[in-house]
């Protein structure tokens, strides 16, 4: 077993332990039914087992039920056997470069209906349902950019009942009927998914793109739609329900990966943190640090954000963070400034100056700091700051929907591969 060289004996012996109780549990049954469990069942169980040797001895009888529970209740009566005599039609994972558009987000290729219409996607976790621009918008920023339209798709049809949707963000809105059709991930068919088609948008404040994917909890529609990556999970398209980001640290393309975890996209251990609302990707920080100075008093909501290019904090922590650094931004010399570090479950997670603080998008300055001040929840007693792409650049990420955590390990520093980004590239810049 692989696991068994991940940490040490202690994990080996759980891990063997908890599979060999589940099986003898419902062997019995399990003769009868023929059933099989493959190498999802082993990923499962080693996430939720790396990070064991931290925890105190409540929260290890609380992983190891918590993991038993999941085999039973998920495997009910299965024998351990080669996953390639249980192989899926489909392989279970599918991979899609994305490059920044002209800084309105990282975009990637995704076709909608049959036959298939290119639209050009956003990857969002800060929001939940999926938006594209359709050809019922006649505003002049519905024109810029690749337009839907599903009288001409064979598998469009309107959900019963009937509604449309609203999304209001920042200082823009959009307007929509939802409706349902096939949405295509490279190979991978996800059918009658949810789709709010834009008639109506904010044209002076919303962003260049066609089509955004939410990438939240369920609870985050605002009607109930079903999301994306649910229906993913639904029609059990995927080796295991995690996606994963990576971000060239250029700056100029990102990867995104649903049902696996790739280790050339990182190095180290991945750990992981709880989502603590199932709502936004949701985890606690413990703490802020500028150099060795701690900057929060309570611990704060951290919401993992795909879909923001830079970090943020509440009002107050922004300005205590910009003092600590110090007023006088040298860019010429980011790496004298100060580490900037976020503690989260008691693990640091470190920027350096050159990592936080970014080239500027106006022509007043050359660089600025990666981030900002913006309240995102109306509740004082709860700060939260969002940890957007900025952070994510840095740090693998993995979202996992089994386990209801979020992973972070230390990214590589790979080249983008011209192969596979000539088809993210050839995207026009949406704002011309």
Known sequence: FEVCNMRSWTLCVLFISL???????????????????????LNLVKRQLMNYESLNSEQKLRHSNKIQSYLQLKYPARVLLDESENEPNHNGAETLMMRDIDFSGFTSVVYVGTPKQELYCIFDTGSSVMFVNSFLCDQDNCFTNPQYDPEKSEDSNIPSPEHDISLVYGGGYLDGIVIQDTVWINNMKVPNQDIAEVTDQDDESTPNFSCLIGLSFPDLAPNGEKLLFDNMMENELLEDNIFTTYYYKDGSHAEITFGEINQKYYTGDIIYHPVRIKHHWNIRIDDVKVGASELVTKRLQGLVDTGTNLNTFERKQYAAVKQAIGSQLDCQNPGALPSLTYVIGGVDYTLTGKEYVTAAESGHRDCELGFFAMQVTADPDSPAMLLGVLFLQKYFAVFDRDFDQIGFALATDLVVDPAAAAQVDAIEELSS
């Open 19 to 41: 599979l060999f109780l589940t099986l003898v549990s419902f062997g019995k049954e399990a003769s009868h039914h023929g059933d099989f469990v493959g190498s999802k069942t």
